[in-house]
Structures are given as C-alpha cells and as structure tokens.
C-alpha cells in the first residue's frame, strides 16, 4: 500500500500481491487502511520512499495508534532504508561530514514562519543544510527567501549541490553556489544541499571538513 509512484518504483516485488495505491495528501488515509487490514490478520507493507520514519509513513502509523482509547496490540515493523539526504549526498562527494540540518521547505504542514525561523537558526549556527522539497510548481517564492536567509549569514561562494531523482531514471547532478542555484533546474524530486563554511568543492566532489586534517 502506497503513493502511486512509490509503488510503482518496486513493481518487481509486487508479484501475488493485493496492491492498493492513492495519490498525494491521502497518507493518513492510507495509514488508517493499513491498520484496518493488519487488524483482519493481513500482512500489510506500507510504503515510504527513502527512509520510513525521516519524512514517512512512520510517524502517522503511530499517532493513529497512539489516538485510540485501548492499548495496540499490532506489530509494527519499521523497515530503514536510505533518506534522500543520504542519497543525494553520496552522489555530490561527502558533504555532510558534519553537523547538518535538513529542512523540508514544503508549508503544507508546518506554517512557513516556522520553517524561516529553523533556516535562520540553520544558517548562524553553520550547518550543512539539505533542502526537501525545495520548489513546486505553485511554491516558487520559498527557495527565493530561502537563500535571502541563508546569505545574511554565509559567503556567495558557498558550495551548493542539486541533486535530481537520486539513484533513480534520469538522474542528475549539478554543482554550483549559494549565489547561483535558484536559476538552476529544481523540482519535488530534486535534493538541495548547501555547504558550510567548511565545504569546498576538491576534484569535482562536494566535500565537507569533518576535522581529522589540521
């Protein structure tokens, strides 16, 4: 059970299968469903892309649990797998080598003041930052304040990363600056990471001082 494009990214595992997918801001749906049908005695494999519980289907499954008057007698699984942060940063070299923040720029869910005031405190305090949906087609403005944000406090030559469908069909990659990535390329499936003040760009890799070298 899943978002439609998540299951058709492990089509080859779903042979003999009962498969029930949906589209977009249906998770809790879907999580209420799959906790019905685990209840019926079904084996129920609720599907995340990335890692269930950074961003997933994890979360949901245990309010809706955690929401009912008795104590659950359901087994839940949580089975981890690589997040995008984790993913588009083996591709662009090793930039998160230190302490990172990642922040999803989507204001769906969390008011957008927040998310300004969690990119500030990103910013001063020089983390890595991974930016998670980073831009859509109606969310144009909030990667442009984005960047404002973090220049206040970081140089324009700041290494950043774009990494596109990582690991995935038409995957790519693009290296540029802090000064110049809002005119390059971005999307849904596009995972920004922008550097430090300890991140350089060294034979073609984003590669961020973990401080072994002095």
Not at 36 to 60: F, N, T
Not at 95 to 109: E, G, K, Q, T, W
Not at 150 to 161: E, F, G
Not at 188 to 204: A, R
């Amino acid at each position: 059970m899943g978002y439609q494009l998540y299951i058709e990214l492990i089509e080859p595992l779903l042979e003999n299968k009962e498969v029930i997918s949906s589209g977009m801001r249906r998770e809790i749906e879907r999580c209420e469903t799959a906790i019905k049908y685990a209840r019926e005695g079904e084996v129920v494999s609720l599907i995340s892309s990335g890692d269930p519980g950074i961003y997933g289907m994890a979360g949901p499954v245990f309010e809706i649990l955690n929401e009912e008057n008795t104590e659950s007698d359901l087994e839940v699984e949580i089975v981890p797998g690589i997040s995008a942060a984790q993913a588009a940063a083996s591709l662009a070299g090793a930039p998160l080598m230190n302490d990172y923040a990642v922040i999803s720029l989507s204001d769906l869910m969390t008011p957008w003041e927040v998310i300004e005031k969690r990119l500030k405190a990103a910013a001063e305090g020089d983390f890595v930052i991974v930016l998670y949906n980073p831009k859509s087609k109606k969310r144009t403005e909030q990667i442009l304040r984005a960047k404002e944000i973090i220049l206040n406090t970081r140089s324009q030559s700041l290494p950043v990363a774009i990494v596109e469908n990582a690991y995935r069909e038409n995957q790519k990659i693009v290296h540029t600056d802090i000064n110049s990535f809002t005119g390059c390329e971005i999307g849904m499936l596009s995972v920004v990471i922008i550097g430090n003040s300890q991140t350089v760009f060294e034979k073609g890799k984003m590669v961020t001082a973990r401080g072994y070298k002095v």
